[in-house]
């Protein structure tokens, strides 16, 4: 079993920045990838961004990328969010998940674990 804990959320202005991270605790994580995915009101959950094990295979969504940056540190069992250039619409509550796969994958489904989420507000 493995526990996600999210941090970092919170409200700031179109054009700012904020850093979100994840806790992992319980089993080892450290071989499985590493994900952040968001969901807005009224809207179906998103992937955002993903990274594999050794942090050499990154993906992003379309409308994140050049914006966001996903890192892991696997001594420490955290994945952190950079979110910089923030706008109106990447408003939502943001989670992150684990699951035991070798590449990183864009559906909720390659993703076993999740945690609670993090609500993210981004004013125009």
């Known amino acids: 079993q493995v526990q996600l804990v999210e941090s970092g959320g919170g409200l700031v202005e179109a054009g700012g920045s904020l850093r979100l991270s994840c806790a992992a605790s319980?089993?080892?994580?450290?071989?499985?990838?590493m994900g952040w995915f968001r969901q807005a009101p009224g809207k179906e959950r998103e992937f955002v961004a993903g990274?594999?094990?050794?942090?050499?295979?990154?993906r992003y969504a379309d409308s994140v990328k050049g914006r966001f940056t996903i890192s892991r540190d696997n001594a420490n069992n955290t994945v952190d969010l950079q979110m910089n250039s923030l706008k109106p619409e990447d408003t939502a509550v943001y989670y992150c998940?684990?699951?035991?796969?070798?590449?990183?994958?864009?559906?909720?489904?390659?993703?076993?674990?999740w945690g609670r989420g993090t609500q993210v507000t981004v004013s125009s």
């Open positions: 998940a684990t699951g035991p796969n070798i590449v990183v994958v864009t559906t909720t489904f390659g993703y076993r674990y």
């Open positions: 319980g089993r080892t994580f450290t071989t499985y990838i």
């Open positions: 990274i594999n094990w050794s942090g050499s295979h990154l």
